[in-house]
């Protein structure tokens, strides 16, 4: 996950429940389930041939939950970087050939998929988890704790699974392995998507040729062949209780591109600057210049918009004026004309302010991720899987989230739907919860077998709603 959004402070409770829930229903953007679902999907998902599925889903998740925690354990901490997930990879491609799964190793680097054929005709679903973790030393005290050491653009850093791509990877290695079990009576067919890089790769810098992750996986067919009725995807999150599944239709997690400025002027004397052309002052009136695009310039009762200047770097020296100052930072929209159009005003505001203090800016922007945009009419489909799998108090309308996923790629290819999962241990307040990405994250173990009851579910209900 990219750069997870900072919390609101806020009760828990409160802004999920009644704020988010209250607003997305005066709006008319979310709608009871009963009335958005169709009657025949519900039906064919609540009637007895389902209802045994069903309870054979929790049987079995039950029966391997600790065989589940062991994996997340062992994965843990074994944490691999982008693009180097070679343990993690070969884990997981064991496990799937022992299931008796078609398997394909080596997707977009180390990916691994597994297809799963059911014993009857019906739609191919997809479930994905992403499996590599961050450069980040763990800082959480526990038995199987990080020590790794990977190499990140060259140089040598501590790894964590700071952000729970290794529970991620351990419920959907127990998902597959609760749905092989029931391959007989499955009315469809299931795609496990292993996918390495979420965090983009350790290898490289995006520049805007390469890709990886996600969008190197759908290059490469994972979405066809065959082709993918729908996907279903999760994330752990630190902002919700243990257990608490939470999810939203339409934008739910924002695009994520990187930019960089650099601003070239004339080198000269600090004690002289009207003998050059300052770039540390034309770059600071950039920085501020650019606030205004989002406070002044676009429609935010549309959408919300982030423009974040994250690092700059120029001169070396007290008394000299340098040449140069380079700046990097990220934009967060979820609507893809504001995005296109905030771009396009970041390079003239740069452009105009450098110019006119002599100096010249240098503008270039590479898009990451898009939107995680869940389908209002397969969110309507689904929700009340969800709930069911939740139980009674335990879900909830999630905010839009400023941390943006590439499990958007695959909904560009198949409607998809993206929920978040809580791993905050329910003693403990999830708005002072250390976040995804902290050195200190924690997830609690507890909430995993919620995770693959979700997805197996998921898969099952959507499958016998396609045959009604």
């Known amino acids: 996950m990219q750069a997870f959004a900072t919390r609101s402070r806020l009760g828990f409770k409160k802004l999920v429940l009644a704020s988010a829930m209250a607003a997305a229903l005066a709006s008319g953007s979310l709608t009871a389930h009963a009335q958005a679902t169709p009657s025949a ?23 391997i939950e600790q065989k589940l925690i062991a994996w997340r354990r062992d994965i843990h901490e074994h944490p691999e970087l982008g693009n180097l997930e070679t343990r993690t990879s070969a884990l997981v491609a064991e496990h799937l050939h022992k299931l008796g799964l078609e398997v394909k190793t080596g997707v977009a680097v180390t990916g691994v998929v ?8 019906g739609p191919v679903v997809a479930l994905r988890a992403d499996m590599d973790a961050l450069p980040v030393k763990e800082q959480v005290d526990l038995p199987f704790a990080s020590k790794a050491k ?40 299931v795609k496990f998507i292993f996918q390495p890089a979420e965090e983009s790769p350790a290898t490289f810098e995006p520049d805007g040729e390469k890709i990886w992750g996600a969008k190197q996986m759908v290059k490469q067919g994972v979405m066809s062949n065959p082709k993918v009725d729908a996907v279903f995807g999760l994330h752990v999150s630190s902002s919700y209780p243990s257990g608490w ?27 002289r600057p009207w003998s050059g052309v300052d ?35 120029g001169g070396n020296r007290m008394n000299i004026i340098p040449d140069k100052v380079s700046m990097i930072g990220t934009i967060r929209t979820y609507d893809e004309g504001m995005k296109k159009d905030i771009h396009k005003r970041l390079a003239t ?89 902290s050195p200190l994250f924690y997830a609690d173990e507890s909430a995993l077998i919620y ?18």
């Open 349 to 437: 505001t740069a452009e105009h302010i450098a110019e006119s203090s002599g100096a010249k800016a240098k503008v270039k922007v590479v898009e990451l991720y898009n939107a995680v945009v869940n389908p209002p009419d397969l969110v309507a489909r689904m929700g009340p899987t969800l709930e069911r799998v939740a139980g009674p108090g335990n879900f909830g309308l999630q905010p839009k989230s400023s941390a943006s996923e590439d499990f958007s790629f695959y909904q560009q290819e198949a409607p998809g739907m993206f929920f978040y999962l809580g791993v905050t241990p329910k003693d403990k307040d999830p708005n002072t919860a250390p976040n995804n990405h």
């Open 279 to 313: 770039p540390i002052v034309a770059s600071a009136q950039i920085i501020t210049g650019i606030q205004s695009i989002i406070s002044r310039q676009s429609n935010i009762a549309l959408e919300p918009a982030v423009v974040t200047v994250g690092a700059i770097n």
């Open 41 to 63: 999907a519900l039906m064919a998902t609540s009637s007895p041939q389902a209802q045994a599925l069903h309870a054979q889903i929790d049987e079995r998740a039950k029966a």
């Open 451 to 468: 995770g693959v009851r979700a997805l197996s579910n998921m898969a099952v209900d959507y499958m016998l709603a396609s045959g009604s």
């Open 114 to 121: 597994g297809l799963l054929k059911g014993g009857k005709p």
């Open 150 to 189: 990977g190499m990140y653009l060259g140089k040598e850093v501590d790894v964590m699974h700071a952000c729970g791509h290794d529970t991620h990877t351990a419920m959907l290695m127990a998902t597959a392995e609760v749905l092989a079990g029931m391959k007989d009576q499955l009315p469809g067919s």
């Open 245 to 271: 599944i939470a999810w939203r239709p339409g934008p739910a997690m924002s695009s994520a591109d990187q930019f960089w400025i650099d601003v070239t002027g004339k080198q000269t004397h600090g004690a």
